[in-house]
């Protein structure tokens, strides 16, 4: 292996161990607690070396986000394309989008709820963010008909985020949450 390839893998593995800590760290202590000083302390690195790979904290959470589509996008891709039919599928794709939020809400909010430094609805957007757009658009199209799939994607996700964020904040009972869930579904689909 060549000196350049190693340094390279090396570099690589520390972006990885910082956007690991920062995720940990916000699950745990919430975004507030993510400061560069905190994660050098938690990673044994300076703070100059966290800055030598991201930005600040804001670029931090930018990759964290990133992460969280692609594996958001492979959740509701698997779900999607194991459903028998297309109401299955957009009933599965919620409820996969729903318990992904529930089981990582530090890891959602990034995504979805902060403001971070990507081009979301723009053909510069990272390509994780373009997958996950891109699982509920599949998941919508065979309801689309006439309509504008991007638009209808566009209502059905602020739907599952509307649903979810309400919830989440104590703005709607929690025990009715799939019950919520299904109805949106259902008269989305019909």
Partial sequence: MSIQARRERERAERER????AARELAESEGWDAVTTRRLATEIEYS????????????????????????????EMRAVRTSATDPRQAIADIGA????????????????????????????????ALQ?????????????????????????????????ITLMRNGRLRREDHE????????????
């Fill in 179 to 190: 019950r919520r869930l299904a109805i949106m579904i259902g008269r989305f689909s019909n």
């Fill in 131 to 163: 997958e996950a757009f891109g699982e509920l658009r599949e998941a919508v199209r065979p309801f689309a008909g006439d309509d504008n799939l991007e638009a209808l994607t566009e209502t059905f996700w602020s739907g599952l985020h509307g649903l």
């Fill in 17 to 20: 161990l910082i956007v690991t």
């Fill in 96 to 127: 996969a989008y729903a318990a992904f939020a529930e089981r990582r809400p530090a890891l959602y909010d990034v995504m979805f709820t902060h403001i971070v430094e990507l081009p979301f609805a723009t053909p510069e957007a990272p390509p």
């Fill in 47 to 74: 703070q100059p070396v966290l800055y030598s790979h991201f930005k600040g904290k804001d670029a931090i959470m930018a990759a964290v986000a990133v992460e969280g589509c692609a594996e958001i996008a492979a």
